[in-house]
């Protein structure tokens, strides 16, 4: 079949819907169009599946058939070098580079880095009184992210660091990141203008610590120093640019997203007694002082972490655009159009997950899923780099946080998803208390 499968028609509503529900959006989609269905968006149409079949023939494809999604439109925005938007041999490369960084002996060398921030933050929250559990999060994650791969171990770099980096990410606007009519100063009173002026100040601190890091000789692990000292394929050393780019990537993907699978998890764990219970007594059962590497070994932690990625992804959605074309359940799609995959479709199939909107960590006990049927760091050549990182980042501040400290809900009501800067998190502040 040379036609696209049907979907809505407009546009400008279709992203308006996912902007405010995002998981509404592609459920109502699905069920109104079937699967797949096609998805018009700024980015030009997308074919969309959560079916595994689906999912496997876009998984199993030859990467070089795909592009970076938007890298065009995105890059005047996010850096030309940004991972996120390099395709082909440069994306290979780059990535071959940072992979190890996120694995095996360094992973487990950032234990410790994690289970001290976590302990710190939460010894900071208030006694008796609410606080959000969203910002806090935030905070833990991008303290870790920043001593990770920046290496900022002291406490004033990490703040002025903290600070810019806060700054850019609620500065950045989809109205200009999808719009490039938007991109003009408007006399320095525009949001691209706030954007620009924002990111210049950010890389003048970037350059800062560039030059003093290139006039130390003091030997360093985090992800900067490996880059600062390794070569690009054609021998010649990565640029300033190039570095600020490549860590705003990893930056920008690495702090809310995990920030948000965190606060989902605690939320949806308070809401459930039984689950609770289940999850303390686990953590609890731990011996002093808490080894990171038996934390990674508990199994009913590791089904929570796994349900809440599950029930509330980050990602709802993954897509990459067609360079050549590619037959998916029964349609010729031709070269230039996106492939999307559904995750939050896929995650709410109630063949694979019983009542699926519900949070039940006992189903990754009882079962275990193949690669097409559970993703939510999405799959194949662009999988998520920091998916190792992230579980054990939250497991560890899971643990951390609940070995030490009882914190209830303030209120147990439920909560949407919504688009909040660059991720999808709950759509209310959730607040808790510790008692
Ligand atoms: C729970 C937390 C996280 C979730 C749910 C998540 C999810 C994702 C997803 C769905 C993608 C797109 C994959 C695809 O297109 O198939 C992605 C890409 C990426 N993530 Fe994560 N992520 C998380 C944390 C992190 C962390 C901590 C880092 C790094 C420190 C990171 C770095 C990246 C990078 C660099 C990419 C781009 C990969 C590429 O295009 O080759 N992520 N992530």
Redesign the pocket.
């Known amino acids: 079949m040379s036609r696209l499968p049907s979907g809505p028609s407009n546009a400008l509503f279709t992203t308006v819907r996912y902007l405010r529900d995002p998981f509404g959006s592609l459920l109502g989609a699905a069920r109104k169009y079937g699967d797949p269905f096609t998805w018009p968006t700024f980015l030009g149409k997308m074919v969309v599946t959560g079916d595994p079949s689906g999912i496997k023939t876009l998984l199993s494809a030859d990467p070089d058939i795909y592009e ?1 999604l938007g890298a065009d439109l995105l890059a005047p925005v996010l850096g030309e070098n940004n ?2 938007l ?1 395709s082909g041999e440069r ?1 290979r490369g780059m ?1 071959k580079l ?1 992979n190890p960084q ?1 694995h095996g002996e360094r992973l487990h060398a950032y234990g410790r880095l994690i289970t001290s921030i976590a302990d710190e933050h939460a010894g900071r929250w208030p006694l008796g009184q609410a606080f959000s559990i969203q910002k806090t999060m935030q905070a833990i ?1 991008l303290d870790v ?1 920043l001593q ?2 920046l290496g900022l171990g002291e406490p004033a770099a990490r703040a002025a660091f903290r600070d810019a980096v806060l700054s850019i990410v609620a500065a950045l606007k989809p109205s200009f990141m999808f719009i490039r009519a938007l991109r003009r100063p408007m006399l320095g009173l525009s949001a691209w203008a706030r954007f620009q002026r924002l990111r210049a100040t950010s890389a003048a601190l970037f350059e800062k610590e560039l030059a003093a890091r290139r006039a130390s000789a003091e030997p360093r692990e985090d992800i900067l120093s490996l880059m600062l000292a390794s070569r690009k394929e054609d021998g010649s050393a990565f640029g300033d640019e190039e570095l600020l780019e490549q860590m705003i ?3 920008g ?3 809310e ?2 920030a ?2 965190l606060t989902w998890a605690l939320y949806h764990v308070h809401r459930d007694p039984s689950v609770k219970a289940r999850l303390v007594e686990e953590v609890r059962g731990l011996a002093a002082p808490l080894d990171p590497q038996a934390v990674t070994r508990l199994p009913y932690l590791d089904a929570v972490c796994s349900e809440a ?1 599950r029930l509330n ?3 709802p959605i ?3 655009t067609l360079r050549r074309g590619l037959t998916l359940q029964g349609y010729d799609l031709p070269p230039e159009i996106s492939v999307g ?1 559904g ?1 939050v479709n896929l995650h709410r199939r109630a063949d694979l997950y019983p009542e699926p909107e519900h949070f039940r960590p006992e189903r990754f006990l009882s079962r275990e899923y193949g690669p097409f049927e559970y ?13 190792a ?3 054990y ?2 497991k560890l501040v899971l643990a951390t946080v609940l070995r030490s400290h009882s914190l209830r809900l303030i209120r147990d009501v439920p909560v949407r998803a919504a688009l909040r800067n660059t991720t999808v998190g709950p759509a209310s502040t959730i607040e808790m208390a510790r008692d």
């Open positions: 970076a991972l996120i390099l994306h990535r940072q996120f994650s992210i990770a791969v990537s990893l930056i993907a690495g702090h997203t995990t948000s699978a990625l992804p980050v990602a993954v897509g990459r995959i995750i993703l939510p760091f999405g799959g194949g050549s662009r999988r998520c780099l920091g998916a990182f992230a579980v980042e939250m």
